[in-house]
């Protein structure tokens, strides 16, 4: 049976965005009394970022906004996912809070309003303000009770006006990259140490969501996971027992504790005296009903039991900048395994997915990411198979907006659809944004 065009294949009320976070392009990164957050901090840090660059001024964002909003009304989304920069509203993470923070934000969010895009907001996306950092960070239950503060701030000013509030963008990747791997910040080593982040993170999501409520919320309310669909590299029984501990530790340990109110046992007990202290009632407090699920997706993994390293780019299979496997059917496989085993799950965002790709450089105004097309549109047409297949999609957004401080690979990884000239800060459409515009409009009707 021939298929229907790929925009026919999405109801009217689905949500279609563009997203981004306040480290990576905000810049601006000491005006109008804003903090140092601990990807300030962790960017002095010698060899830190593959480029040497900071945040200082990223894509000047701040200071751009207006220009920034009408190009996101240009390209005809319903939707602008953005993060709140906890150092810019309360510098230190705790006592006083910095109006001029807010300020921007609530810019951010009329703007979005008066042009009729919805606002996504997220509290955190990693810059945690140094300043609690320096009193143990997210290892510290404090830290737990400071979120849930700045959470209630953030809601008393814009709730009214948000059509989504994410608490935490990615808990795996503060956990295991800030704090095992050490190769995000804040830079630390111990698998001890990311356990017990990783059940912070979801406590404090669990308590800021029930105080969120208590105030008398009024946006939806929810998380944002990095998930992966986890496969074996053979079909070797030893093989499939480690894709399966794969996904245990990667998705489930964040999930379960969301939907069931537990860690799954396998990985408990392969951390054994890593395991994070859990107070009584942290577990019903992290399994609040959630308005919405977010899952930001990238590429599956391929697991061997040899705990080799799979490198899709060695197989010759397609692969983005980032050596990331071009895979779409992951994401449909993905979507439909948290439909399996979390029955009641909430309306699902697909809250990032994109490429990152050696673009041509902008030649008669023009960048003909060809490669990045076929990526969206093919894992658009996965978005759709999951909603054919039963799985409760919203909205799809597309990572990202523009061209950003990628991390630890500084500016190096280009993911926008929107070029950016680091020397002039101008921006520049690609040809991907034109395409994401038409196939908004088609969708449209
Ligand atoms: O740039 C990041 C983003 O901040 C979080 N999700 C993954 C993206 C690409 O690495």
Same mark, same amino acid.
């Given at each position: 049976?021939?298929?229907?065009?790929?925009?026919?294949?999405?109801?009217?009320?689905?949500?279609?965005?563009?997203?981004?976070?306040?480290?990576?392009?905000?810049?601006?990164?000491?005006?109008?009394?804003?903090?140092?957050?601990?990807?300030?901090?962790?960017?002095?840090?010698?060899?830190?970022?593959?480029?040497?660059?900071?945040?200082?001024?990223?894509?000047?964002? *701040?200071?751009?906004?207006?220009?920034?909003?009408?190009?996101?009304?240009?390209?005809?989304?319903?939707?602008?996912?953005?993060?709140?920069?906890?150092?810019?509203?309360?510098?230190?993470?705790?006592?006083?809070?910095?109006?001029?923070?807010?300020?921007?934000?609530?810019?951010?969010?009329?703007?979005?309003?008066?042009?009729?895009?919805?606002?996504?907001?997220?509290?955190?996306?990693?810059?945690?303000?140094?300043?609690?950092?320096?009193?143990? =960070?997210?290892?510290?239950?404090?830290?737990?009770?400071?979120?849930?503060?700045?959470?209630?701030?953030?809601?008393?000013?814009?709730?009214?006006?948000?059509?989504?509030?994410?608490?935490?963008?990615?808990?795996?990747?503060?956990?295991?990259?800030?704090?095992?791997? =050490?190769?995000?910040?804040?830079?630390?080593?111990?698998? =001890?140490?990311?356990?017990?982040?990783?059940?912070?993170?979801?406590?404090?999501?669990?308590?800021?969501?029930?105080?969120?409520?208590?105030?008398?919320?009024?946006?939806?309310?929810?998380?944002?996971?990095?998930?992966?669909?986890?496969?074996?590299?053979?079909?070797?029984?030893?093989?499939?027992?480690?894709?399966?501990?794969?996904?245990?530790?990667?998705?489930?340990?964040?999930?379960?504790?969301?939907?069931?109110?537990? *860690?799954?046992?396998?990985?408990?007990?392969?951390?054994?005296?890593?395991?994070?202290?859990?107070?009584?009632?942290?577990?019903?407090?992290?399994?609040?009903?959630?308005?919405?699920?977010?899952?930001?997706?990238?590429?599956?993994?391929?697991?061997?039991?040899?705990?080799?390293?799979?490198?899709?780019?060695?197989?010759?299979?397609?692969?983005?900048?980032?050596?990331?496997?071009?895979?779409?059917?992951?994401?449909?496989?993905?979507?439909?395994?948290?439909?399996?085993?979390?029955?009641?799950?909430?309306?699902?965002?697909?809250?990032?997915?994109?490429?990152?790709?050696?673009?041509?450089?902008?030649?008669?105004?023009?960048?003909?990411?060809?490669?990045?097309?076929?990526?969206?549109?093919?894992?658009?047409?996965?978005?759709?198979?999951?909603?054919?297949?039963?799985?409760?999609?919203?909205?799809?957004?597309?990572?990202?907006?523009?061209?950003?401080?990628?991390?630890?690979?500084?500016?190096?990884?280009?993911?926008?659809?929107?070029?950016?000239?680091?020397?002039?800060?101008?921006?520049?459409?690609?040809?991907?944004?034109?395409?994401?515009?038409?196939?908004?409009?088609?969708?449209?009707?």
């Amino acid at each position: 049976m021939p298929q229907a065009p790929l925009h026919c294949q999405f109801p009217p009320h689905f949500v279609w965005g563009v997203a981004t976070s306040s480290f990576q392009i905000e810049g601006a990164a000491h005006a109008d009394g804003k903090g140092e957050s601990v990807w300030d901090r962790f960017c002095k840090q010698p060899g830190a970022i593959a480029d040497a660059s900071n945040g200082d001024i990223a894509c000047d964002h *701040y200071n751009r906004l207006e220009e920034d909003l009408d190009l996101i009304a240009s390209l005809g989304v319903n939707c602008y996912r953005f993060s709140v920069a906890w150092p810019r509203v309360q510098p230190l993470g705790q006592g006083n809070w910095n109006p001029k923070g807010l300020d921007f934000y609530e810019r951010l969010v009329d703007g979005l309003k008066a042009r009729g895009i919805q606002a996504f907001a997220t509290l955190n996306h990693w810059d945690l303000p140094q300043g609690l950092q320096e009193r143990g =960070g997210w290892n510290e239950r404090n830290t737990v009770h400071r979120f849930v503060d700045y959470a209630r701030h953030v809601q008393a000013r814009l709730g009214d006006r948000l059509d989504g509030l994410t608490t935490h963008n990615e808990p795996w990747v503060v956990a295991v990259l800030g704090h095992e791997q =050490g190769s995000f910040a804040p830079g630390i080593k111990s698998r =001890g140490i990311a356990a017990q982040v990783s059940h912070h993170l979801l406590l404090s999501h669990g308590l800021a969501l029930q105080a969120l409520r208590a105030d008398g919320a009024r946006s939806p309310l929810g998380i944002v996971l990095n998930l992966s669909s986890c496969v074996p590299a053979t079909a070797m029984p030893a093989d499939i027992a480690a894709a399966r501990m794969a996904d245990a530790r990667g998705r489930r340990w964040y999930a379960d504790p969301l939907f069931k109110g537990c *860690y799954p046992d396998e990985v408990l007990a392969e951390l054994g005296a890593d395991a994070p202290i859990v107070q009584p009632g942290d577990m019903a407090a992290i399994e609040q009903p959630m308005d919405y699920l977010g899952v930001n997706y990238y590429a599956r993994t391929v697991v061997a039991a040899s705990g080799a390293d799979w490198d899709a780019r060695q197989r010759g299979l397609p692969v983005t900048d980032m050596g990331w496997e071009i895979y779409p059917q992951g994401l449909a496989d993905l979507l439909c395994l948290l439909h399996r085993d979390y029955p009641g799950l909430p309306p699902v965002y697909v809250t990032e997915n994109g490429g990152a790709f050696k673009d041509q450089a902008v030649v008669n105004g023009r960048v003909q990411d060809d490669d990045r097309i076929a990526y969206l549109r093919e894992h658009i047409a996965a978005v759709a198979s999951a909603l054919q297949q039963g799985v409760p999609m919203a909205g799809y957004m597309v990572w990202s907006l523009m061209d950003n401080f990628e991390w630890a690979s500084g500016y190096q990884k280009r993911f926008g659809i929107v070029h950016v000239d680091y020397r002039t800060l101008a921006r520049t459409p690609k040809a991907s944004a034109d395409w994401y515009r038409d196939f908004l409009k088609a969708w449209r009707g």
